[in-house]
């Protein structure tokens, strides 16, 4: 009778968790951007994640890939997720695209996994769903509504962006389909590997490699990495695991309010009254898609 319950409060751990660090996550790259260029900005990011990881994998010893395939796999879905997601999404605030346009352009994601997951994954997406999807974009749309400056959403910067919701959407079912045994620490190690091999010459060739130095750059770089890199990705892997693509990825509609959250704390922004209704939408369709009904109890 425990192991359940105790089962559906760890899901609800995990789920917390990311939301609250990739919602966080806008912040501290908004802050990373200011001290290097997105290619360099993640090479950095990844070079710190290979050190934290080698000793990780050392220590426990967890299980490798055991055929080419597999490490094929790997780092298909890491590039998806990092290279493509990462370089678009902060490309796309580099290239001066505010966060408002971003976050609601990145919250298509759901509704693209819902469709793709429905069609060619089998998984049934009932009416209810739908709704909760729609709900969950609107909601965002208002969250982000006064930040939003269409004048900002250049050629590039849309291109930018497109890339990165490509990239997210097809490398976390990627991951699914074809890595749905590997060890997370082990793939991660693989991936941020491979990830260093695409992202260092683009940060030399196109960039200069050019960084200034200091502590808050140090700091933004450790919490993206062991907060969102790490554990933040294996914990939206592990929740797709234990459920359906489409409730898991819902999350991320919830990812804004953290934002708008963090702004209120550090910055003193006040969330207009437009934003608080957004919210209590979000909440709403996310409750919707995620909500499943329990079976009932048959006495005996």
Not at 78 to 106: D, N, P, R
Not at 285 to 293: E, K
Request: with cysteine; glycine share 10%.
């Amino acid at each position: 009778m425990g192991s359940p319950l105790s089962a559906r409060h760890y899901d609800s751990l995990l789920a917390w968790y990311f939301v609250s660090i990739w919602g966080s996550g806008f912040i501290a790259t908004k802050i990373g951007l200011q001290h290097a260029a997105p290619f360099t900005f993640l090479s950095l990011r990844f070079a710190f994640g290979i050190l934290c990881l080698i000793p990780i994998v050392l220590i426990y010893k967890p299980r490798w890939p055991q055929q080419r395939s597999e490490y094929g796999h790997i780092l298909v879905a890491g590039l998806l997720m990092h290279t493509v997601h990462l370089g678009g999404s902060h490309y796309t605030q580099y290239l001066g695209m505010s966060a408002g346009i971003t976050a609601v352009l990145l919250s298509i994601q759901p509704l693209l996994t819902a469709i793709i997951a429905g069609h060619w994954m089998g998984e049934r997406t009932g009416p209810r769903q739908w709704l909760g999807i729609a709900l969950g974009l609107a909601g965002v749309t208002l969250i982000v509504w006064h930040k939003i400056d269409v004048r900002e959403a250049t050629l590039g910067a849309l291109l930018a962006v497109t890339i990165s919701l490509i990239g997210v959407t097809a490398g976390t079912l990627y991951q699914r389909v074809f890595c749905p045994a590997v060890d997370l620490r082990t793939a991660a190690l693989i991936q941020f590997a491979g990830n260093m091999v695409v992202l260092a010459p683009l940060a030399w060739w196109i960039e200069g490699a050019v960084v200034r130095w200091s502590w808050t750059l140090a700091g933004t770089i450790v919490f993206l990495v062991i907060g969102a890199s790490i554990l933040a990705v294996n914990a939206l892997h592990t929740l797709m695991r234990r459920g359906q693509a489409t409730r898991v990825t819902s999350l991320i509609y919830l990812t804004p309010i953290f934002a708008v959250v963090l702004e209120l704390a550090v910055f003193g922004v006040v969330p207009t009254a437009i934003s608080l209704v957004g919210i209590i939408i979000t909440c709403l369709g996310v409750a919707l898609v995620s909500w499943q009904r329990q079976p009932l109890k048959v006495k005996t």
